[in-house]
């Protein structure tokens, strides 16, 4: 059964980076059917798509974060990372890592996800 | 802002049927039959009900069916149970370089 665990600090410091690392178990992550992806929700908000990355290493981002984003893979490790600069407390949120169809899009399923708050 | 349109909330009473829409538009919604539902019980990961507008996952139950017409997709709940009380968030296939587009979430309360 495919398990996807998110890691990494939960408090960071405004105008530093944020880094959160996804351990995949129970699937490859080199499929060529699947995209593997960032979604964070801040506290009472909606979901917001934050970029997603192919087994290739081929990114895609939310234009929106896309000059503060980077999203990598170590498929020897099945696992992938996400580096988001210069944050602000508008960057807190519980950030998730979930598997992603690529012809669809849909997620499917998520890690437990991990609330990172920023702040001095 | 988000890219699709969910209510805030909507309430049903046990038994009863309700009913949760998402709107989008011709780049998303409308033009493509990849529209998703994700259930979010408090503190837990969203977890996927439909796929692909109608299509439920393994495991899923027939309670909840979607649907979809012009540029809204909707889902609907059937004999509304307790456990069914969560926030349920749309996603879509989008053309735009955005990707994949979310909903605001709609919380169901159950009466």
């Known amino acids: 059964q495919l398990q996807l665990q998110e890691s990494g600090p939960g408090l960071v410091m405004p105008s530093e980076t944020l880094s959160l690392t996804c351990t995949v178990s129970g699937d490859s992550i080199s499929s060529s059917t699947y995209y593997w992806g960032w979604i964070r929700q801040p506290p009472g908000k909606g979901l917001e798509w934050i970029g997603s990355i192919y087994y290739s290493g081929s990114t895609y981002y939310n234009p929106s974060l896309k000059s503060r984003v980077t999203i990598s893979l170590d498929t020897s490790k099945s696992q992938f990372s996400l580096r988001l600069t210069s944050v602000t407390a508008t960057d807190t949120a519980v950030y998730y890592c979930?598997?992603?169809?690529?012809?669809?899009?849909?997620?499917?399923?998520w890690g437990q996800g991990t609330l990172v708050t920023v702040s001095s | 802002q988000s890219a699709l349109t969910q209510p805030a909330s909507v309430s049903g009473s046990p038994g009863q049927s309700i009913t949760i829409s998402c709107t989008g538009t011709?780049?998303?919604?409308?033009?493509?039959?990849?529209v998703s539902w994700y259930q979010q019980h408090p503190g837990k990961a969203p977890k996927l009900m439909i796929y692909e507008v109608s299509n439920r996952p393994s495991g899923v139950s027939k309670r909840f069916s979607g649907s979809k017409s012009g540029n809204t997709a909707s889902l609907t709940i059937s004999g509304l149970q307790a456990e069914d009380e969560a926030d349920y968030h749309c996603?879509?296939?989008?053309?735009?370089?955005?990707?994949?587009?979310f909903g605001g979430g709609t919380k169901v309360t159950v009466l």
């Open positions: 996603s879509s296939y989008t053309s735009s370089s955005t990707f994949v587009v």
């Open positions: 011709s780049s998303d919604v409308g033009d493509y039959n990849y």
């Open positions: 979930a598997r992603q169809v690529t012809w669809e899009r849909k997620f499917d399923p």
